[in-house]
């Protein structure tokens, strides 16, 4: 893997520069476990790569990488180092680091010692099965985890916002977030913004794409507006047959407006970490020291009339 094209993996440095970040997947392969799943980008890539790493543990294989794969985010952190600010990496663009496959159990272990390596990345972990974070993360029982990990879930429909982030929560990582991609119906997340610190949201991409209402990741940005907490919209994805396809994006509706906004924390390695108030539940607000909504001067996170 290498720097990645994924906007919201990119950090906005305190003197406006835009770095990228990067991709890294211990294993290839993934087993679906949603209705978000159905149409999944990284099945495709996997696929016209040859590779048959899609589906169920009893009867799939997944695909592992060599030394100079692994050496790579050393590589990353060493020059993060020597510019002094962190970067970003998103694991696992290809995989779901809290899958439980048999076959990965010696990657798995082998990604929890290179994250502890490389204190200069910081390393967004995404799941779609939060419940077995407790499981397979090794800071679990010791609620220490490293500063240099964001903790996120994928939800794109109501019916699994409480049972993911509920898991999720549980865990006092520095940033947890949620990609509401592909959002694929409206969704509430009120009751849990006050306990996140980031929200991303984006609607389906490929020929088979579902529609992505404006309107729900309008409600989504109002939500987080009203909470304090970090919105990024990544892309609508809507195809031209889709019945969507004409509607204004929720990116841009208000001229100079701007939703790309993200947790903030560009500490150096060796500071004192972030804690969280006592018994393992974050401060009240879900908002991170220094997180900021970018928008242009004289541009309100809602424009009126709520478009």
């Not at 949603?34 to 589906?55: K, M, P």
Request: net charge positive; glycine share 8%.
């Amino acid at each position: 893997m290498a720097i990645t094209t994924i906007e919201w993996t990119a950090r906005r440095l305190p003197d406006g520069r835009l770095i990228p970040g990067y991709t890294f997947n211990p294993w290839w392969g993934c087993c679906k476990v949603s209705q978000e799943c159905t149409h999944c980008y990284a099945e495709g890539i996997a696929l016209r790569y040859g590779q048959r790493v899609w589906g169920h543990a009893a009867t799939t294989q997944r695909r592992f990488f060599g030394a100079d794969h692994w050496s790579e985010p050393l590589r990353w952190n060493a020059q993060a180092a020597r510019e002094g600010h962190r970067r970003s990496v998103f694991c696992a663009s290809m995989a779901d680091v809290c899958e439980d496959h048999p076959d990965v159990s010696e990657a798995r272990a082998q990604l929890w010692r290179l994250i502890e390596q490389t204190l200069w990345l910081n390393w967004l972990l995404l799941t779609k099965r939060p419940e077995y974070i407790g499981r397979f993360c090794p800071w679990t029982d010791s609620g220490d985890w490293p500063d240099n990990v964001w903790l996120g879930t994928s939800i794109g429909m109501q019916q699994h916002a409480a049972h993911r982030l509920d898991a999720l929560l549980a865990h006092p990582a520095v940033v947890r977030f949620v990609s509401c991609e592909p959002l694929l119906g409206p969704l509430d997340l009120t009751p849990w913004l006050p306990r996140l610190q980031w929200i991303i949201c984006g609607g389906e991409s490929g020929a088979h794409a579902r529609p992505m209402w404006p309107a729900w990741a309008r409600s989504l940005r109002e939500q987080c507006g009203a909470a304090g907490v970090p919105y990024f919209f990544n892309k609508q994805h809507c195809r031209p047959s889709s019945p969507c396809w004409r509607q204004p994006p929720a990116r841009s509706t208000t001229k100079g407006e701007s939703h790309d906004a993200a947790p903030t924390r560009d500490v150096q390695p060796g500071c004192p970490r972030h804690r969280h108030s006592p018994g393992g539940e974050p401060a009240p607000t879900g908002r991170i020291p220094g997180a900021v909504v970018r928008l242009c001067p004289g541009d309100a996170l809602s424009p009126p009339g709520g478009s």
